[in-house]
């Protein structure tokens, strides 16, 4: 295998949590007077940590968020997580796959450590992840697109960024790993594969990953 290190994304490559975060953003955005359709929030905040909400927001209109936005969001996407949030189909396929063969996996994600927990117990994929292998955005100064998450990650991992693989479904993902000078795989379940310009390869079913990894 030509990667030391498997880096994942969260949301939309292991938790199928995309659909319900967004149509919840959208929603309280538009509730505060920023009206906001689905696809307008994927567009601009898929894939990114909560601050590139407000600094959109304050840069458009001018205007500041409140101050509990985050903890309001956070509790209406926990709540809708634990009602409606499943795995992305055939991950846990790939994770087995990677356990057997032996290649070390992290996941490295915009969403808070909470979040990722809160998704992963939900699901049943917490078996797969342990604490010193979940890296967030809150651990680093900047999240995507900027590259110190999956530098950070790769540090604490004890790779090499040149011998790291992602595995992403945004845009904003993408340009972070190739910041950190890493490849990239772009998973394109719900993101066209010209919005992840500049990924090595593409791929619309994770039983795909595994021969593009070799």
């Given amino acids: 295998m030509p990667y030391d290190l498997v880096i994942f994304d969260n949301d939309g490559v292991l938790v199928d949590s995309e659909p319900l975060s967004n149509t919840i953003l ?3 955005l538009t509730e505060l007077g920023h009206p906001t359709t689905y696809e ?3 567009r601009d905040y898929m894939g990114a940590a909560v601050h590139r909400v ?6 458009r ?3 500041v968020l409140p101050t509990d936005f985050d903890a309001t969001l956070h509790a209406r996407v926990f709540a809708a997580f634990e009602r409606e949030l499943t795995a992305v189909d055939g991950v846990t396929d790939v994770l087995e796959k990677l356990t057997a063969d032996g290649v070390p996996y992290c996941v490295a994600s915009s969403g808070s450590h909470e979040r990722i927990r809160v998704g992963h117990r939900t699901t049943g994929l917490d078996r797969w992840f342990r ?8 651990d680093v100064g900047r999240g995507k697109p900027a590259p110190d998450l ?3 990650a790769a540090a604490r991992m004890g790779v090499a960024p040149e011998r790291c693989v992602v595995v992403e479904d945004s845009r904003l993902g993408v340009q972070a790993a190739l910041a950190a000078g890493m490849d990239v795989y772009g998973f394109t379940a719900m993101t066209p594969a010209d919005r992840l310009a500049g990924a090595k390869g593409y791929f619309g079913a994770m039983a795909e990953l595994p021969a593009l990894l070799v």
Avoid: K, N, P
């Fill in 26 to 28: 959208a929603g309280y």
């Fill in 40 to 42: 307008e929030s994927l």
């Fill in 54 to 59: 407000h600094d959109l927001v304050r840069e």
């Fill in 61 to 63: 209109t001018g205007q």
């Fill in 131 to 138: 604490d010193d292998i979940v890296f967030s955005a809150q």
């Fill in 150 to 152: 999956f530098l950070h």
